[in-house]
Nanobody
Framework: QVRLVESGGGLVQAGGSLRLSCAAS????????LGWFRQAPGKEREFVAA????????DYADSVKGRFTISRDRAKNTGYLQMNSLKPEDTAVYYC?????????????WGQGTQVTVSS
């Protein structure tokens, strides 16, 4: 069974950058897409970005387009989310997931999450 583990979160000032990693262990990641979602306090979990594992096609939420870049290294069984020009409103717990599409219900494999806090 595949297990996803996120890392790379932390505290950063507005305008700064962070790179999140999502390591798949146990078995080779085999979902159609690797997605990143985030959940801020009191809000629902929302789509951030996704990438097709085989071909590398990407999709982004409008709120992060041009600032965040999703990628994956199939040899390392790891996905990444490079976050630049961070804003306080990007503060949330970030989750990686295996599935497809833009909706939480379309993903059945989840990591435990990593906290990202952006100070103003």
């Amino acid at each position: 069974q595949v297990r996803l583990v996120e890392s790379g979160g932390g505290l950063v000032q507005a305008g700064g950058s962070l790179r999140l990693s999502c390591a798949a262990s146990g078995r080779t990641f085999s979902s159609l897409m690797l997605g990143w979602f985030r959940q801020a306090p009191g809000k629902e979990r929302e789509f951030v970005a996704a990438i097709t594992w085989s071909f590398g096609n990407t999709d982004y939420a409008d709120s992060v387009k041009g600032r965040f870049t999703i990628s994956r290294d199939r040899a390392k069984n790891t996905g990444y989310l490079q976050m630049n020009s961070l804003k306080p409103e990007d503060t949330a717990v970030y989750y990686c997931a295996g599935g497809s599409g833009r909706y939480v219900a379309q993903y059945g494999l989840w990591g435990q999450g990593t906290q990202v806090t952006v100070s103003s």
